[in-house]
């Protein structure tokens, strides 16, 4: 965690991460997961390959993703009303939760064709990533727990590689893995509503440090069996489907283009399905606009004034394009 002096003391997102990946162990029978912990090496959590895993393990990975300092739950009402279930988010931290530890940010990947994004909070432990410099944070804990949207469990040499970065043993090591059209993939991407708003304002320049608490809601997407359809409704669900309030120390008009820029509506790719779109960049990421990836709406609330502004709309005939 933060160590220097005069710092503001700030809590290790992997020692309040590791009491909730002790009893999601606990329950993981009932949760419908699997898990693996062969002396000398790290503990795998299978969490939806070979098993069928939950919604609700789901809703458990992505609290552990927020490090502890976010409550995420299934609420039975939510902004589009065809598709009512939905992932509401909240973290009185929202920098520290979503930046600096639900992001997935870290790109892992071996010479042998792995490959999967790691998020959770073992980046602060571990990961190389700018971000951390940027919000003045590492947690060099005694174990870490790392995310990862994949199909399987990394390779003995990615997890080498992160002991090695982490500076512990392969068994204080943990590793959650799930595919995104699994229950509890799908269920952990559309949690990451109000991180990718967070996301979104620190690439178009808005003080990270004036971002004082979070709220967000998104649809829960249906899963689906093939990776393509299923990264699909989980973009969807959060580009058109999504709902965010910010709570800023700024002015009335900081807040105010802050709303008006943070939204997906800003994007030219904006009005299609994601499947779509992705189609039509040739499956290449980077040739997407990147003020894509942002809620379909949001409220942004000066603290200094009381005021809030609103920008964007969500889209519910998109969305049901792209869940039905």
């Known amino acids: 965690m933060n160590t220097k002096p005069g710092a503001r003391p700030r809590p290790s997102v992997n020692g309040l991460a590791g009491a909730l990946v002790d009893r999601l162990v606990a329950d993981a029978a009932a949760l419908r997961l699997a898990v693996t912990a062969d002396a000398g090496s790290p503990r795998l959590i299978d969490a939806g390959v070979g098993v069928p895993g939950s919604i609700e393990a789901g809703r458990r990975v992505a609290e552990i993703c927020l490090g502890g300092l976010g409550q995420v739950r299934i609420a039975s009402t939510g902004p589009i009303p065809a598709w009512p279930f939905s992932v509401e988010v909240h973290a009185s931290d929202p920098v520290l939760a979503c930046l600096g530890s639900q992001y997935a940010g870290w790109s892992l990947k071996d010479g042998e064709g792995y490959f999967a994004l790691g998020s959770g909070p073992g980046r602060a432990a571990a990961s190389g990533e700018e971000i951390f410099e940027e ?59 109000l991180e990718v708003a967070l996301h ?60 008006r ?29 990147p003020h894509l990836f942002s809620p379909a709406e949001v409220i942004v609330t000066s603290l200094a004034t009381g005021r809030s502004h609103r920008g964007g709309r969500l889209a519910p005939d998109l969305v049901d394009a792209s869940f039905a």
């Open 135 to 193: 919000i003045d944070y590492r947690d060099k804990a005694g174990r870490i727990v790392l995310v990862l949207e994949g199909d399987g469990p990394p390779p003995p040499s990615v997890v080498a590689d992160i002991a090695k970065d982490a500076a512990l043993p392969p068994e204080s090591l943990t590793f959650i893995y799930a595919p995104t059209q699994s229950l509890v993939g799908g269920t952990q991407v559309v949690a990451r509503v």
């Open 200 to 259: 979104k304002a620190h690439a178009i320049g808005f003080p990270l440090k004036d971002i004082v608490d979070g709220l967000g809601v998104a649809p829960l997407a249906p899963p689906a069996p093939d990776a393509m359809t299923a990264m699909g409704r989980t973009n969807d669900a959060i580009i058109y489907g999504g709902r965010v309030q910010l709570f800023v120390s700024a002015s009335d008009g900081e807040a105010r283009e802050l709303a």
């Open 261 to 289: 820029a943070l939204p997906s509506t800003t994007s030219r790719d904006h009005g299609a399905p994601f499947a779509q779109v992705f189609a039509r960049a040739n499956g290449d990421f980077y040739a997407i606009d």
